[in-house]
């Protein structure tokens, strides 16, 4: 169990760019979150994952934003034509079915300049 | 929809003093409540968690929480601080009987610890 990876750690983007973040999971987990961080806050829902179906989005995963988890195994997030406002770290983290209290990994802080 | 609320958003002690950190929670039933440390640049560590059954909660690291369900709080202590514990901390409730088992996250509370 070498816990949840996320690739790469670090992304500095020109605005209007397009940038792909991947997750991959604890193996055995069929659950898998995405929740945005910005400077100072707390984790934000993203979307959520059961196997490769995709349950849920929140309002603030805007039409730019895509996650897709095609095997039910990895994800990644794409972030098309970035503005300023996707500075964040993006944390991945992935759990059971019915299961509290997720893994999650060490993110990607992405910076737009 | 749930919501916390971490009225500190610093806080410092000395090593080897007790240490609680503040955490209040809106929900409508039960809600299941969890306590997460950051290091800098990292991801989330989950310290304690508490579903039902005893308001107390021990977690790793020599943490607990206590629920009170009158206060609306779920309050993590430490009775002597290390300076390893020097982190951010979040508190989160996530809805029971939430298919999703999404969280909602306080805004933190940024603990430093003088040596």
């Known amino acids: 169990d070498t816990g949840v990876s996320q690739d790469p750690r670090h992304k500095i983007t020109k605005r209007g760019q397009n940038v792909t973040f991947r997750c991959d999971p604890i193996?055995?987990?069929?659950?898998l979150y995405w929740y945005r961080q910005t400077l100072g806050q707390g984790p934000e829902f993203l979307t959520y994952?059961?196997?490769?179906?995709?349950?849920?989005k929140s309002r603030l995963l805007s039409d730019r934003f895509s996650a897709e988890r095609p095997k039910g195994s990895f994800s990644t997030l794409e972030i098309q034509r970035t503005e300023q406002g996707d500075s964040a770290m993006y944390l991945c983290?992935?759990?059971?079915?019915?299961?509290?209290?997720?893994?999650f990994g060490s993110g990607t802080r992405l910076t737009v300049v | 929809a749930q919501s916390v609320t971490q009225p500190d958003i610093h806080i410092t002690v000395s090593e080897g003093a007790s240490l609680e950190l503040r955490c209040n929670y809106s929900y409508g039933a039960t809600p299941y409540l969890f306590w997460y440390v950051q290091s800098p640049g990292q991801g989330l560590q989950l310290l304690l968690k508490?579903?039902?059954?005893?308001?107390l909660v021990q977690g790793i690291k020599g943490f607990e929480a206590e629920f009170k369900r009158s206060q609306s709080s779920f309050n993590l202590r430490k009775p002597s601080v290390h300076w390893s514990d020097a982190a951010e901390y979040f508190c989160?409730?996530?809805?029971?009987?939430?298919?999703?088992?999404?969280?909602?996250f306080g805004g933190g509370t940024r603990l430093m610890v003088k040596p």
């Open positions: 193996s055995e987990h069929n659950r």
């Open positions: 508490y579903f039902s059954g005893d308001t």
């Open positions: 989160a409730v996530g809805a029971s009987g939430n298919a999703g088992n999404m969280l909602t």
């Open positions: 994952f059961q196997n490769e179906a995709q349950l849920e």
């Open positions: 983290a992935s759990t059971f079915v019915g299961a509290y209290g997720y893994t």
